[in-house]
């Protein structure tokens, strides 16, 4: 089955860029989502079909996707960015979710 | 407005039948295009889908739970049925419904219930 990896944490200073990279075979050729969840909350989404943001997301949050690699990318971080994200993709050969193992974002 | 509610037991004891409702609002699970999905995190653990309906009745199962999981949907009460059998300590977890856009071909999920934790414990 298709395994997505994600670093268990990352750290950053405020102000500073975070990524946060999601690993898989040929990801590039899939359409990756990521999920931002706080403590206590239930996910919200944050990026689709790779780059796009929901409404209501602000600019600071992007993504990209090429090869095996699939990045998160958080401008100015600030602490209300600190949560655990999760990359997730649509397995269309099995019509299966598959998630990551989750990142601690922690600015510091 | 999109909005998801789950509801079920909040203890059950092991080998029992778990059985979580999703009520929504605010979109048609009839609509070409939507989806379902139970997604469920055991505590301080990663999402791990379980299950998800598509518009069209068509149902998709995690191939590890799938002997376990039955998921339908009453579209008349905007509901969806989750059904877990044999329930087991190591299932305990946050249980979310979250619908599915489609995205040629492929959905993401737009909107999460708030979650219902379940505990699996004699």
């Known amino acids: 089955s298709y395994v997505l990896t994600q670093p268990p944490s990352v750290s950053v200073a405020p102000g500073k860029t975070a990524r946060i990279t999601c690993g898989g075979d040929?990801?590039?050729?899939?359409?990756v989502d990521w999920y931002q969840q706080k403590p206590g909350q239930a996910p919200v989404l944050v990026i689709y079909?790779?780059?796009d943001r929901p409404s209501g997301i602000p600019e600071r949050f992007s993504g990209s996707n090429s090869g095996n690699t699939a990045t998160l990318t958080i401008s100015r971080v600030e602490a209300g960015d600190e949560a655990d994200y999760y990359c997730q993709v649509w397995d269309s050969h099995s019509d299966h979710v598959i998630f990551g193992g989750g990142t601690k974002l922690t600015v510091l | 407005q999109v909005t998801l509610r789950e509801s079920g037991p909040a203890l059950v004891k092991p080998t029992q039948t778990l059985t979580l409702t999703c009520t929504f609002s605010?979109?048609?699970?009839?609509?070409?295009?939507?989806?379902l999905s139970w997604i469920r995190q055991p505590p301080g653990k990663a999402l791990e889908w379980l299950a998800h309906?598509?518009?069209?009745?068509?149902?998709y199962y995690n191939t590890s739970l799938r002997t376990r999981l039955t998921i339908s949907k009453d579209t008349s009460k905007n509901q969806v049925v989750l059904t877990m059998t044999d329930m087991d300590p190591v299932d305990t977890a946050t249980y979310y419904c979250?619908?599915?856009?489609?995205?040629?071909?492929?959905?993401?999920?737009?909107?999460w219930g708030q979650g219902t934790l379940v505990t699996v414990s004699s």
């Open positions: 079909y790779d780059s």
């Open positions: 309906i598509l518009w069209d009745y068509d149902k």
């Open positions: 605010g979109f048609s699970l009839t609509t070409s295009g939507m989806c």
């Open positions: 040929n990801i590039g050729g899939k359409s």
């Open positions: 979250a619908r599915g856009t489609d995205n040629g071909g492929t959905y993401y999920f737009d909107s």
